[in-house]
């Protein structure tokens, strides 16, 4: 992609289908994503000859019961294991753009419309499975 568009200033964002924690998420040949900025500050990773740039993925940081908003974006206990909560939903910033990152939040409001059901999870009645995230970035360096 890098080389295709003549730049690395890329932000992934969307459902991955898959938590921070999953190998294709922090593979180097996968999305090489990190927990953290200091770890993405390296910029890349050198594996089988070849250089992968590291990404950064703040939705770490919002897992948990230890949050401000949900645990994750997702509930789900059907088959996708004992977790209950996971984060499908992410942002991935390049290293070359992580100066510039200042928050993310996950979303349970729209204006005055609640996107939670009674038990705090995400209402697929009336909104979606998904809880939506938000990104706030910079336009220059640490601004």
Known sequence: MKEQQATNCFILLGDFNMNPY?????????????????C???????HLDRDYDFYY???????????????????????QGPYGWSMY??????????????????LTQAGVNSLMDAKGRPDKRNASDHFPILVT??????E
Not at 65 to 75: E, F, L, S
Not at 137 to 142: Q, W
């Open 57 to 79: 993925n703040p939705m770490w940081s919002l897992f948990g019961d230890n949050t401000d908003g949900p645990a994750g974006t997702v509930y789900d206990v059907s088959n």
């Open 89 to 106: 939903d992410q942002v991935l910033i390049n290293h070359s753009l992580v100066n510039r990152f200042r928050d993310v939040k996950i």
């Open 40 to 46: 993405a500050s390296a910029g890349v990773r050198r």
């Open 22 to 38: 999953d190998r294709g998420m922090n593979l180097a040949a996968g999305l090489n994503a990190m927990m953290t900025r200091a």
């Open 137 to 142: 970035m910079c336009e220059k360096d640490d």
